[in-house]
T-cell receptor, first 112, second 114 residues
Framework: KNQVEQSPQSLIILEGKNCTLQ??????????LRWYKQDTGRGPVSLTI?????NTKSNGRYTATLDADTKQSSLHITASQLSDSASYIC???????????FGRGTSLIVHP | NAGVTQTPKFRILKIGQSMTLQCAQD?????MYWYRQDPGMGLKLIYY???????DKGEVPNGYNVSRSTTEDFPLRLELAAPSQTSVYFC?????????????FGSGTQLSVL
């Protein structure tokens, strides 16, 4: 069964600090991996997509990495802001499938 | 474009009542999905549709029904509501459903069954 595991489950950091969120998956065959940001009371919004051939991709202060050999991805947030407080969800798509597999998310709280 | 619109935002039902959660998208997307999100859990797929007139079950379909008569609309029907259906429901859509397309989500419907 395809699985996506995220760690940590929750994280509290001070404004301005950096943090890294982890995602491990067992989805096979692998198609792509997306990171979504879900603000409280809102639906998830895509931050970035990683395909098999990509190792690193940045979107402003967000940098995602992918190691397809170890089936791991990370999302690094630089110089955190209060608006980064949200749940970050790792979603992995299987080749040929309409249905992606969702992780449970990491809840990030940024304190002033 | 409004994107994906869900109504209502909040609803309280009594056990045994029925209701329909509405979902509409104006992006001409072929693929539409219904998810439920319980606290601390990942999104669970209830039903999905690959086009008008075509629907299929997801991971947790029991107690729900869907229809897709138009490309734009994908309502979710709850029959005989139960406390286990207390959750936040999200509708999502994508153009091709190939997996490389990102999902666009609505803002959710928070449902409580008492």
């Amino acid at each position: 069964k395809n699985q996506v595991e995220q760690s940590p489950q929750s994280l509290i950091i001070l404004e301005g600090k950096n943090c890294t969120l982890q995602c491990n998956y067992t989805v096979s065959p692998f198609s792509n991996l997306r990171w979504y940001k879900q603000d409280t009371g809102r639906g998830p919004v895509s931050l970035t997509i990683m395909t098999f051939s990509e190792n690193t991709k940045s979107n402003g202060r967000y940098t995602a990495t992918l190691d397809a050999d170890t089936k791991q991805s990370s999302l690094h947030i630089t110089a955190s802001q209060l608006s980064d407080s949200a749940s970050y969800i790792c979603v992995v798509s299987e080749g040929g499938s309409y249905i992606p597999t969702f992780g449970r998310g990491t809840s990030l709280i940024v304190h002033p | 474009n409004a994107g994906v619109t869900q109504t209502p935002k909040f609803r309280i039902l009594k056990i045994g009542q029925s209701m329909t959660l509405q979902c509409a998208q104006d992006m001409n997307h072929n693929y539409m999905y219904w998810y439920r999100q319980d606290p601390g859990m990942g999104l669970k797929l209830i039903y999905y549709s690959v086009g008008a007139g075509i629907t299929d079950k997801g991971e947790v379909p029991n107690g729900y029904n869907v229809s897709r008569s138009t490309t734009e609309d994908f309502p979710l029907r709850l029959e005989l509501a139960a406390p286990s259906q207390t959750s936040v429901y999200f509708c999502a859509s994508s153009y091709s459903g190939t997996g490389s397309e990102k999902l666009f989500f609505g803002s959710g419907t928070q449902l409580s069954v008492l």
